[in-house]
């Protein structure tokens, strides 16, 4: 079964131990929420989702599998870090950002960051693998948290900060070169899939589609 997360994150986390095995290790996060957490519940931690091993009334300990650890900046994570952390989304919750599966797709590097009026804008460098699923005013996920592409480079996008998203999560506290766990838009890479497998059959593909502007 496939959680599905918002991207809005509900508090900021403060991590109080990890420990570290040769292909796997334990994450334990303090948060305000953890009285109401159950085992085998999921939270997504900077994005990534973690199945909850134990919990107690002010933290909880997630194991963190290797491929997560290959695929995140989780293992980097030191005690004393902040992290976004979000429960999974209830049947019949209210969808405010977008449908975030809390797998990560790769980890891109922190940029730069710049004010613009009373928002931040962020650049992150894009990892090639990525570049097909990003689009002007697309949803992405940056550690967690849902967040509109504001400005496509080569090599690059920019998202914008409003202030709320600034006081309630980490990505202000990003500095250049910090590794960023990104989720692309779980429907831009169903499309994108679809049209890979329709290459070179007649009608509407990834060329087509970029001759024409559209991507």
């Known amino acids: 079964m496939v959680e599905i997360f918002t991207g809005l994150v509900e508090e900021k986390g403060i991590v109080r131990g990890i420990r570290k095995g040769p292909l796997s290790a334990a994450l334990t996060v303090e948060s ?67 449908f975030v599966t809390g797998h990560v ?29 990003l689009i002007p005013q697309g949803s992405i996920a940056l550690d967690g948290v849902s967040l509109t592409v504001a400005e496509l480079q080569s090599g690059s996008f920019k998202v914008s900060l409003i202030p709320h998203t600034v006081q309630s999560t980490t990505l202000e506290q990003k500095k250049a070169g910090d590794l960023i766990n990104i989720e692309a838009d779980l429907l831009g890479k ?26």
């Open 105 to 133: 797709d790769a980890v891109g590097k922190f940029m730069k960051k710049q004010r613009q009026g009373v928002a931040i804008e962020i650049w992150i460098e894009t990892p090639p693998q990525l570049e097909p699923y």
């Open 190 to 215: 169903y499309v994108a899939r679809f049209l890979e497998k329709r290459e070179g059959e007649k009608g509407v593909s990834l060329g087509f589609l970029a001759e024409n502007g559209f991507i």
């Open 32 to 98: 305000p929420f953890c009285g109401e957490l159950e085992t085998g519940e999921s939270v997504a931690v900077n994005g990534a989702c973690l199945t909850v091993t134990e919990c107690g009334s002010q933290v909880f300990t997630a194991d963190v599998m290797a491929e997560t650890l290959k695929k995140t900046n989780l293992g980097l994570l030191t005690k004393g870090d902040h992290v976004n952390l979000e429960r999974a989304l209830k049947a019949g919750g209210r969808l405010g950002g977008h």
